[in-house]
Each structure stands twice: as C-alpha cells, then as structure tokens.
C-alpha cells in the first residue's frame, strides 16, 4: 500500500494551493500586522506571536496574483523554514487533504513562477498545487 501524506490546502483566489502537512506549524485568524519599511513588495510586516516577531508574507503578491481584501475567511499560515517562523497570508483554508505519491504530477507548464510548485496533486476532479516552500520563501 502507498504511504499518505497530509496536506493543508488553501485558497488563493478561486485556485486551491497545498503544504504538507509538516511544514506548517499553525494556521492562525488575520490578525494586526506591523509595517516595515523598505521591504519586498509582498512582505506586509511581522506580529508578534505569542512573544515571537514573525514576518507575514501576502502569497498573493508573492506569486503574482491578484490581491483580494481580508475578510473573515482570510487566514495566515504559519510555516517554519530553515528554522525562521513565516506567515504566509491566504485567502481562505479549506481542508486538510491526503495524497500518496503516484497523485503528483509535475507542473505541465513553464515560466518564471513554476518554479514555485513542486508539483501539481490530481485528486478526483480537483487540482491542488503542490508549493515548493524553498523557492516561496
């Protein structure tokens, strides 16, 4: 039998996005967020989360995206890379979802935000895209 992973999939815009599972470390509500000067575009500041500053990233200015306002449903997903705590703003967390392996298919498409997906998980009729944290962050 194939070994299943986890993964959180959000949403950005009307396209579902996945992590696994253990890169995230939280998901947490929008929440107040510092500016900081003279930062990249997509960085929106740091909070401070439960005594650690933790810079936010807004993942739609990250990949280009169009950029919708923060609502209810606006969440920040808290991965640990490199061992840096970031946030990463979504637009919305669906579900938990689980793949095995031989539902990955690499990204069919080229250019300069590809390198971004590790991959492309079909599940049924649904495409979750598979983000590749290393090149996000």
């Known amino acids: 039998m194939k070994s299943e992973e986890q993964l959180v ?14 890169e995230t470390q939280e998901i947490i509500r929008m929440t107040a967020i510092t500016q900081v000067p003279n930062t ?5 500041g740091i909070i401070n989360l ?6 936010v990233i807004n993942l739609n ?7 919708n306002e923060y609502n209810d449903a606006t969440r920040i997903i808290v991965v ?3 061992g840096q705590k970031v946030g990463m703003i979504v637009d919305n967390v669906l579900e ?8 990955i298919e690499p990204p069919a498409v080229a250019g300069d935000n590809v390198d ?7 599940k049924g009729d649904r495409l979750w895209l598979l983000l590749n944290l290393t090149k996000v962050l």
């Not at 990249?40 to 929106?44: G, I």
């Not at 439960?50 to 810079?55: E, K, Q, T």
């Not at 200015?61 to 950029?67: A, D, F, N």
């Not at 971004?116 to 079909?122: A, H, I, M, S």
């Open 9 to 22: 999939i959000f949403q950005l815009n009307e396209q579902q996005y996945a992590l696994p599972i253990q």
């Open 40 to 44: 990249r575009h997509y960085v929106e």
């Open 50 to 55: 439960r005594g650690s500053i933790v810079p």
């Open 61 to 67: 200015k990250r990949l280009g995206l169009m950029v």
């Open 80 to 82: 640990e890379h490199e």
């Open 96 to 103: 938990v979802g689980r793949f095995t392996e031989d539902e």
């Open 116 to 122: 971004y997906l590790k991959g492309v998980v079909k």
